[in-house]
């Protein structure tokens, strides 16, 4: 698939990883339609996005919803690539876990059936999570783990921990995507990221950089992770195009470059922030948390994929990028 050359779907758009996919895809020379949900009040500001370079020629905007999976159809029309980034998130499970997992599933579905009647997408690249993976049972689970393992769905429903609904829905829709791929012939690769942080264009503040900084809003309880896997979000963006444009790749690709505690984490933004006063103690006090697996990202890097950003500028862009927007 040559680069800079095509129109692309990205399905939520309007998302910490969807609008910097968007960004990487216009600087690639990509023509982009993108799925935002209905705003009958027109209360939504959408200047982030038309605002991007080329983005007057060659982004254009779609209504859509999870829930009406047809409604996808005219977005997907004439695309050569689908990245399907879109997802219900309920942390707070507002909602049953059944009805988020289901409107997740036949939304995917919806959008792969589209891809396959359209004649014109030549691949999928569907947006999973890491919560597809790591929650195992304790005698199964590894230190690190590779593209074999799933989550168990059963453990997340007998102890419910923190996101299990979020973790199911990820986790039974990404099966649902690949199976639907092997039985209809239709190119599906899944990419697994975990913690995403870095910069970002979205106008609200995204859930994983509060979730791994949430010391520098004013948030100092003990955290219930004593151990981060992390990745910049340029990176899962440029894993994304690379495995759209990629000979022949399969199945699922990890992709994770970093572990580190929350204290490693204090002490990097804390050599370079030494104004943000980070209570050490504080954070670190109480007992150990949980400590989530590795997830290598040496399928992805064997196939010729490369990470180009440090831990560092990670942290750092993410701080640049709540300074400009006025979050802090």
Known sequence: MAEGKGRVCVTGGTGFLGSWIIKSLLENGYTVNTTVRADPEKKRDLSFLTNLPGASEKLKF??????????????????????????????????????????????ALGILKACKNSKTVKRVIYTSSASAVYCQDIEKAKDVMDESYWSDIDILRNHKPFGWAYSISKTQAEKAVLEYGQQNGLDIVTIIPTIIVGAFICPKLPTSVYGVLPYLFGNTDHSPISRFHMVHVDDVARAHIFLLEHPNPKGRYNCSPFVATVEEVVDIVSSKHPEFQIPK?????????????????????DAGFEFKHSIEEMFEDAIQSCKEKGLF
Do not use: M, Q, W, Y
């Not at 998130?89 to 997740?104: A, G, H, L, M, Q």
């Not at 109480?286 to 989530?292: A, D, N, Q, V, Y």
């Open 281 to 301: 103690s504080k954070l670190l006090g109480g007992p150990k948390g949980l400590e989530l697996p590795h997830l290598t990202s040496k399928k992805l890097t």
């Open 62 to 107: 779609f209504i859509a919803d999870l829930a009406e999976p047809e409604s996808f159809n005219p977005a997907i029309e004439g695309c050569v690539g689908i990245f399907h980034t879109a997802a219900s998130v309920d942390f707070e499970e507002k909602e049953p876990e059944e009805i988020v997992t289901k409107r997740s599933i036949d939304g």
